[in-house]
């Protein structure tokens, strides 16, 4: 476990080869390396939460019910998969062919109904302390964030560590709630990367500061900082958690190491085209504004963009995966039509492909990929061909990170509605990636008032993992 240090800062920051780890991305994992030779090294290296918002349905994906009444199970067929004994809906037939390296979790449940609440407990681990609400715009966070946890315990032994989050749409993207620090601080906030689906291209632009300014531009940055080195005397709390916010910004922003992950046209078109990337006109013909705008050419571009993050040493990278051709998740209405058509082709595609590329480059051991919604779809269909919000049971994915492939934990009963064995609350899914970091989920962090609050109430799946 990563608890004590055996070197200084200093010596630390001398190990980088671009001077800070939070503020370059190259050396990093050489400075980790070197904080971990007297502990236990962390079972992980890096995590990538792919978060589909909205809510896919567990009963067409994962948790099939072939033998349910027909108003439960669906159109969908479930297919063999490579994991003996595994079944999957039969429009996931890349996923079929690497649960060999995937675990399934079918026993996830959590008492909130709607998206921000729901959003909020999956991301932190904690109920909103504002309850089971939807405002359909981002609540006030209180808890941070996994990734912000992880940074700021990284940063108190001396490693000033990024994480990173990737929307899914440069314009119109709805923002998931609890993608920040909350009490920790805006300075744990993730370094927030966009995608220009109409130029093809990510900026890790949308920064905002602790105080609401905003900057267009490297030089604008440079400008801005002269002015406020000039104007703003007092170092006041505001004016340092400004600076504190510029300084961190500025060099991930100016950071050649992230330009480059950020750069796709260094992958090959065969790697791309695994992922799923489709030319404007390869997309049904359609190559409008309102078809840019869906974000269809991009979608499988983010987690190849998620990979490249990992390469150049972010550890915690999470992906927001909101609309997909113009649909999203939150499938009330339609639900087989969009989930055939829409919502699981590309899923499908995108992160078979991020499963199998960690792989082959030898990524996959040292990094945990978790597949997760803030909940699933109700096992019974409405009137409206759609299937509702449902917390009471779904399935999470997990791969990777010395997940035992091809393993099943928990079950749901006969219908699909609640845990049968081994219940699993969002609790423990956390208390799993920060026991997986090599991170004591009993650890305590103060908020603004001085009280202390564990990182994770949750217990670590243990389970899932080999020895």
């Known amino acids: 476990m990563i608890e004590t240090l055996p070197y200084t800062r200093r010596q630390l920051l001398r190990a980088s080869t671009c001077g800070g780890f939070g503020l370059s991305l190259s050396g990093l994992w050489r400075a980790q390396a070197l904080a971990e030779t007297s502990q236990a090294a962390s079972k992980i290296r890096a995590c990538v939460v792919v978060f589909y918002y909205g809510g896919p349905s567990h009963v067409d994906t994962y948790d099939l019910k072939p033998n349910a009444p027909a108003d439960i199970r669906g159109e969908f067929q479930p297919i063999a998969s490579s994991a003996p004994g595994v079944m999957v809906s039969e429009h996931l037939p890349r996923m079929a062919k690497v649960m060999h390296k995937v675990a399934v979790v079918r026993s996830v449940n959590h ?187 991009m979608r499988g571009q983010n987690l190849l963009i998620a990979r490249r993050l990992v390469e150049a040493g972010v550890p915690f990278v999470n992906v927001f995966d909101f609309r997909q051709q113009g649909q999203n998740w939150d499938s009330h209405a339609n639900n087989f039509f969009h989930h055939k058509h829409y919502l699981l082709p590309q899923t499908d595609q995108s992160l078979s492909a991020l499963i199998e590329d960690l792989d082959q480059r030898g990524l996959l051991d040292s990094t945990l990929v978790v597949a997760m919604g803030e909940f699933g779809r109700t096992p019974r269909i409405n009137a409206n061909a759609g299937r509702d919000h449902w917390p009471d049971c779904y399935s999470v994915l997990l791969a990777g990170g010395g997940v035992k492939g091809g393993f099943v934990y928990g079950s749901s009963d006969r219908l699909g509605m609640y845990p049968e064995t081994n219940p699993v609350s969002p609790a423990d899914l956390t208390a799993t990636i920060f026991w997986r970091f090599g991170i004591d989920p009993m650890t305590e962090i103060h908020d603004t008032t001085g009280r202390p609050h564990r990182i994770s109430d949750g217990r670590p799946i243990r389970e899932l993992f080999g020895a």
């Open 111 to 297: 008492q909130n109904r709607l998206h921000d609440s729901a959003s909020t407990e999956m991301l932190t681990g904690r109920q909103s302390p504002q309850g089971d609400r939807e405002e359909f715009a981002p609540i006030p966070q209180f808890y941070p964030c996994v990734g912000a946890t992880c940074s700021y315990l990284w940063q108190s032994r001396g490693l000033d560590v990024p994480h990173a989050a990737l929307p899914f749409l440069f314009h119109n993207v709805v923002d998931v709630p609890c993608q920040g620090g909350g009490f920790l601080g805006s300075a744990f906030d993730p370094l927030q990367i966009s995608v220009d689906v109409e130029k093809r291209a990510y900026r890790a632009g949308s920064l905002t500061p602790p105080d609401g300014r905003t900057f267009a531009s490297v030089d604008d940055r440079r400008r801005l900082l002269s002015v406020l080195e000039s104007d703003l005397a007092a170092n006041t709390s505001a004016e340092r958690r400004w600076r504190l916010f510029y300084d961190k910004a500025y060099s991930l922003l100016g950071s050649e190491t992230l330009r480059r992950a950020l750069d796709l046209s260094a992958e090959s078109q065969a790697t791309r085209d695994r992922y799923g990337y489709k030319p404007a006109e390869a997309v049904n013909g359609d190559t409008s504004q309102s078809a840019m705008a869906e974000g269809r050419p």
